[in-house]
């Protein structure tokens, strides 16, 4: 009972930080869905011309997903920055886990990955189907 007194501090921290990251893991996706969606949206008449001139769609799908990955892979290098500054300001609050583990955060990097790709799904679909006549008539 002593011991579960002691270790509720670091547990309540604990869970406080996998909610809050689970927060910030949704708010991310959602956000870098709406700014590549956005891009495509402004991008219409561009990719308009591309498939009209015969760019296949791998092609117009490859254009939305580099962007998309050009994003994330600043956003990693400047979170992996920051999440090495931080983890050395709570080393104290890791248990048997070093402020650097190697494995937490390449697990991270790929999950962020991975959600990233998946919100750039929908609009690089979309993109892919833009009508070249449609796409060259809008203003």
Do not use: H
């Amino acid at each position: 009972q002593v011991l579960a007194q002691t270790l509720w501090p670091r547990r309540a921290f604990s869970l406080m930080f996998v909610v809050f990251g689970g927060i910030a893991l949704a708010l991310a996706s959602l956000g870098l869905f709406a700014v590549t969606a956005y891009a495509v949206s402004q991008r219409t008449r561009e990719i308009g011309v591309r498939m009209a001139l015969g760019a296949p769609a791998r092609q117009v799908w490859w254009l939305v997903l580099r962007r998309t990955l050009f994003q994330v892979g600043l956003g990693l290098a400047v979170g992996a920055c920051g999440a090495f500054v931080v983890g050395r300001l709570l080393r104290t609050w890791l248990v048997q886990t070093s402020p650097t583990d190697l494995a937490t955060f390449l697990a991270v990097a790929a999950i962020l990955v991975a959600v990233s790709l998946a919100a750039a799904f929908v609009p690089a679909r979309r993109a892919t189907r833009i009508d070249p006549l449609a796409a060259l008539r809008c203003e």
